[in-house]
């Protein structure tokens, strides 16, 4: 079975070896895992067809959704501890885990491995403040790391909410001890890229071959989109939302070259307000010097589909790979390891506070609208905004290199 021969089914993931093929396995979902669905994975290098490995996975998961509905069905057993309340807050499909996009359920899904085998089999009702505190102390490393520590605090309010709305003994009275408690919050942020940082970001993803990844760093920062905005998200086949791009079982939402028009001006509905104020933002790339440097160099033939791709799988990027290249793009640029690629966003909105852009301009760019008003004069200002904040920002920054020399 050559490598380059992959074929496409519900869990089949391909594991590098150090010598020979890869070999093929049928993972489970980490939603199965965590509710102790009995096959965690299944090696599948003793089928030699295609055919047969599809199958396999097809009968597999069956199986494990089969085995999910009994234990949804059943509300699953819950025993008075920690562990067994998170496995029911991740798999009931009731459970406002499930209402989380799945940028932010991403998170929980990383604490909730590490509060199961960490507090798992504490009794709930046995728990007092004590505790809580000996726990906050040690996950954020004696206070160095709070914002780890808010965040599996943050999943365990969820969880405990969820409890009580099911009416699990202990849950209720355990939410009255946190409510009853302060622990210390970490700093805002204050990190946020330079223009010639950004400059440097995008010339070590072009050093690396990834010239679509220096794109979408420079519409971070110009147009000031959040990362989801530019390269997407991945999600569960069962949201509703329509999608024609498919992979790693599941589909993907996301901008796309067709959102750019013959002007260049690129519009977007914001995914934080698509569900509630459905305000759009639109954006003149020609006033972007960064942006349209790397369009320059993109082929028309190459402007369809997704705008950000990985060039190795010519599929949008998942989250963590997305991740990685952002880390190793970073430390070619000798950029700060406390700069994150979120805060590339912060970094154009400060060049132009910085600027003397108008806040209004600024408010109207990052979809912070205070009232719904029609799409279309809603654009029309937020272009107009966006050049007059752009134009700005270029004056400011051609002050900026001068005083470098």
């Known amino acids: ?3 380059t021969r992959r074929p496409k089914a519900p869990g089949l993931k391909w594991r590098k070896r150090k010598v020979g093929n ?18 965690k994975s299944a090696r599948l ?40 309340l998170l496995k029911i ?7 406002t885990y499930h209402k989380l996009k799945p940028s932010s359920r991403y998170p929980y899904d990383v604490y909730l491995k590490k509060l199961i085998p960490h507090i798992g089999g504490r009794s709930i009702a046995a728990v007092t403040g004590k505790d809580l505190n000996k726990w906050y102390a040690l996950w954020s490393d ?7 520590a808010r965040m599996a605090l943050c999943v365990i309010k969820a969880a405990v909410r969820f409890g009580i709305t099911l009416r699990k003994p202990g849950c209720a009275e355990f ?37 679509l990844r220096a794109l979408a760093y420079a519409v971070q920062f110009e147009t000031t989109l959040r990362q989801r905005d530019v390269i997407g998200e991945w999600v569960d086949l069962s949201d509703p939302r329509p999608s024609g791009v498919l992979g790693y079982g599941q589909k993907w939402l996301g901008p796309t070259w067709a959102q750019i028009d013959q002007h260049l001006i690129l519009r977007v509905t914001p995914s934080k307000t698509e569900n509630t104020s459905e305000t759009k933002v639109a954006f003149g790339l020609t006033e972007c010097p960064m942006v349209m440097a790397e369009l320059a160099t993109i082929p028309d033939e190459k402007r369809k589909g997704p705008l950000i791709i990985d ?17 190793r793009d970073r430390k070619a640029a000798d950029i700060s390891p406390q700069v994150w690629n979120r805060d590339l966003r912060a970094g154009g909105l400060t060049e132009g506070d910085l600027a003397g852009s108008n806040p209004d301009d600024r408010s109207k760019i990052a979809g912070h609208a205070n009232r719904r008003i029609t799409a279309r004069v809603y654009e029309r200002n937020t272009l107009e905004a966006h050049r007059r904040q752009a134009t700005a920002r270029r004056v400011h920054r051609g002050k900026s290199d001068g005083e470098d020399l």
């Open 175 to 211: 939410r009255v001890i946190l409510d009853n408690m302060t622990f210390a919050a970490p700093k805002p942020r204050v990190f946020y890229p330079t223009a010639s940082e950004i400059e440097r970001a995008r010339a070590a993803a072009r050093q690396a071959q990834r010239p």
């Open 142 to 148: 004696g206070g160095q790391k709070l914002a780890a």
């Open 22 to 39: 890869d070999v093929p396995y049928w993972i489970a979902s980490p939603a199965a895992i965590a509710a102790g669905f009995p096959t």
């Open 89 to 95: 807050y991740q798999t009931d499909v009731d459970s």
């Open 45 to 84: 290098n003793a089928l030699d067809d295609d055919r047969l490995i599809i199958g396999r996975c097809e009968r597999l998961q069956a199986e494990m959704l089969l085995w999910l509905d009994s234990q949804r069905d059943s509300g699953a057993i819950f025993d008075g501890t920690f562990g067994s």
């Open 311 to 327: 060039e190795r799988t010519d599929l949008p990027y998942r989250y963590d790979v997305w991740g990685a290249g952002w880390r």
């Open 1 to 3: 079975m050559e490598n």
